[in-house]
């Protein structure tokens, strides 16, 4: 398949150009927690070696390191005459003459009992002889404390010891031992790259380099370890120069491609792992499962600005890899299903879902959740309420705000029986939905005569320390109070303090409201107690009083009451006035009525079809038909809709006194209306 023909863009160089000199010192790919750039070290060439030592000498160190086991006796003796210098020429040239198991012996004896300090490359040619005899734990082992400083060792600049170490191994390569070369190239790249990855990985690109510089490459094994373990530490720069690097000496296998490519896509230099990809199959490398994994990754990680066509050639890919026998992972699958989902297109996304199952790959949680954020955003709610059905039943995971879209969802659709299981199954699951959500739950529980389970949910919202706020606490309170459960509100209103339910003036005005048929005298003990907790009752407290007096026929109560209110400095409201009025009216106080009418008009309160209907059926009780008309009229002329009320009494009222035609007319304009 030719990506190049589905880039989105011309891709950029695919490699950054290497523009350092030939040194194995000089790299400057840094990250944050680096060591910081050292200062140029001073010349690391070995010293000069000194004068040959006389024969005997040289007959000495070679019998006691060629020997099967170490005579220490010999060793007490030889080693004060040694100089750590001396003993690296003559372990230079006798190095393929010595026991390396010996030899390893004698370093040890010569560092513990007479603190000797060897050189670096006589270390080294020690590591190259244990790994030649194949005793490669040894050597490790040998690495690892010459680099920890563990060893009594001669250092040209201890701060570069991993450089002069390369510097060593590098020449001690022989043309007739390549593979031991590249043996102990292999171990230390290794060896910085697990033991010393602390430090940070730019040692270890240090010492590749060197040897690299040399033309000593690692092994394609250590090349895919090295570049695997920079792209796993999320070193990407760093990995795209080594594998330019290592493209020059490697013949590059499918698993260096694919991390390669995997670097590229993880650092969204997608139209470059596009290009690799193409390269590979270009050079007959086949990609494998997970290379195409890496680049629909890489695709479907673009910015939203150009995701739509990405996405259409991340679906190219996908249809290559499945017409090849590759069959993508979960999280493959999930990107793809989550891609399609969020374009809109739950059609194709259960279509991958489909050929997921029928490839013995199991959706999980993710799958789900993407599908049923899909659908939610597709509105098809009726399909989402069964997948967040069979989800919660199978007891996987689910996304709160998509399951609390379903819960809204199904309110909206009166189904609050729904709406109510997977709310408790919600708070199974320590999940709290929103305040609103629960305002709304509560309030059409209530509705929908539904008490109990509201008392329920309100209480076991408490128990789960998920305690409902006042303001869905007085949804509660106000629609059990609609259901005439008065009584039952106020049983439940202590039990509710004792769980920490705070009550407000909301709280309060809902319970006065509650009394203002018949029960006064209580919405009057309300407010006291609303007063003794330092809320101030406002007009709608004082308006629900007023209500409850005129009721009973207690208007000059009522009357008192205004004035208190005021004296509180509460602005009468319009809905106080038709209170009022309603309550002289009842009473055949017209002209208080009259009068607080008046008022109303100078106080600049816009009076409603209420306030006219009150006054327009009072007249028309009284006989005075003149004022009902004229009030009537006057309705009319101030925009005020009249309402079948109005009609109704001046209507009836023509009728009683034989006014038909006059009652036909108010018919007619009646039906006009």
Same mark, same amino acid.
């Given at each position: ?18 523009? %350092? ?68 020429? /003559? ?50 082992? /040998? ?12 250092? @040209? ?17 022989? @043309? ?8 102990? #190239? ?43 373990? /920079?792209?796993?530490?999320?070193? #990407? ?35 470059? @792992? ?100 899909? #659908? ?55 999940? %709290? ?18 008490? /109990? ?59 006065? #409201? ?72 009842? @009473? ?17 309160v816009e009076p409603t079809s209420i306030v006219y209907n009150t006054l327009i059926s009072a007249y028309c ?53």
């Amino acid at each position: 398949m030719d990506l190049r023909r589905l880039s989105i863009s011309k891709p950029a160089s695919l490699f950054y150009p290497i523009t %350092r000199p030939i040194t194995g010192v000089t790299f400057t790919f840094q990250r944050r927690h680096d060591p910081p750039p050292p200062p140029p070290p001073p010349s690391l060439q070995p010293p000069t070696p000194p004068q040959p030592p006389n024969p005997g000498l040289l007959s000495w160190v070679s019998s006691v390191l060629s020997n099967p086991s170490l005579d220490s006796s010999k060793c007490e003796s030889l080693i004060p005459l040694l100089s750590p210098h001396q003993f690296d020429h /003559l372990f230079y040239s006798i190095r393929f003459n010595v026991s390396p198991k010996t030899a390893l012996h004698f370093f040890h004896f010569a560092s513990q009992s007479f603190k000797f300090r060897f050189t670096v490359r006589s270390f080294c040619v020690l590591v190259h002889l244990l790994i030649a005899s194949n005793l490669v734990a040894p050597a490790r082992l /040998l690495l690892i404390r010459l680099i920890d400083g563990n060893v009594p060792v001669l250092y @040209a600049d201890p701060s570069r010891k991993h450089v002069e170490i390369a510097i060593a191994l590098s020449e001690l390569n022989n @043309a007739s031992q390549p593979a031991l070369g590249i043996q102990a #190239l292999d171990m230390l790249v290794h060896v910085h790259c697990t033991q010393f990855k602390n430090l940070g990985f730019g040692y270890a690109v240090e010492v590749f380099e060197h040897f690299t510089d040399q033309g000593v490459f690692p092994s394609l094994k250590t090349c895919n370890f090295l570049l695997s373990a /920079l792209v796993k530490a999320n070193e #990407l720069e760093k990995s795209y120069h080594v594998f330019e690097v290592m493209s020059r000496g490697v013949s590059p296998d499918v698993y260096l491609f694919t991390t390669a490519i995997n670097a590229f896509c993880k650092g969204e230099r997608v139209d470059d @792992a596009i290009a690799l990809f193409s390269k590979m199959e270009r050079i007959g490398i086949s990609p494998n499962v997970v290379t195409y994994n890496s680049v629909i990754h890489g695709l479907l990680l673009i910015n939203d600005l150009i995701k739509q066509e990405m996405f259409y050639v991340a679906n190219c890919v996908f249809k290559e890899m499945r017409s090849r026998g590759f069959v993508p992972n979960e999280v493959l699958y999930n990107r793809l299903i989550d891609g399609y989902c969020t374009m809109g297109n739950i059609g194709e996304a259960l279509k991958i879902k489909d050929d997921m199952v029928s490839n013995g790959v199991t959706p999980n949680s993710v799958t789900l959740n993407s599908l049923l954020q899909g #659908l939610c955003k597709n509105n098809q709610f009726v399909h989402a309420e069964q997948f967040l059905d069979k989800m919660l039943a199978s007891g996987l995971s689910v996304n709160q705000d998509v399951t609390y879209s379903v819960i809204h969802w199904l309110c909206t659709k009166s189904r609050f029986d729904s709406a109510l299981n997977f709310t408790t199954e919600m708070l199974v699951r320590n999940f %709290r939905p929103s305040d609103s959500l629960l305002t709304t739950l509560l309030l059409g529980l209530c509705k929908h005569v539904k008490n /109990l389970e509201a008392i329920k949910l309100w209480f076991r919202l408490s128990e789960k320390g998920f305690a409902a706020n006042t303001a869905t606490s007085n949804a509660l309170i106000h629609g059990l109070c609609e259901n005439g459960g008065v009584e039952e509100v106020v049983r439940l209103l202590e039990a509710m303090l004792e769980r920490g339910l705070m009550l407000d003036k909301i709280s309060y005005n809902t319970l006065i #409201l509650s009394c203002k048929m018949g029960r006064v005298a209580e919405g009057f003990k309300l407010r006291e107690k609303m007063s003794k907790q330092g809320i101030d009752p406002d007009i709608n407290s004082y308006n629900m009083l007023l209500y409850g007096l005129c009721s009973i026929d207690k208007v000059d109560d009522a009357v008192k009451l205004w004035v208190e209110c005021e004296n509180h400095g509460l602005v009468a409201n319009v809905y106080t006035y038709e209170v009022m009025i309603e309550g002289y009216c009842k @009473a055949g106080r017209i002209k208080d009525a009259e009068l607080l009418f008046s008022k109303l008009l100078s106080k600049k309160v816009e009076p409603t079809s209420i306030v006219y209907n009150t006054l327009i059926s009072a007249y028309c009780i009284d006989g005075n038909m003149i004022e009902a008309l004229g009030l009537f009229h006057d309705m009319k002329n101030k925009g005020i809709r009249p309402t079948y009320a109005s009609y109704f009494s001046l209507i009836q009222r023509l009728c009683n006194i034989g006014n038909v035609e006059n009652a036909k007319e108010l018919i007619d304009d009646m039906r006009d209306e």
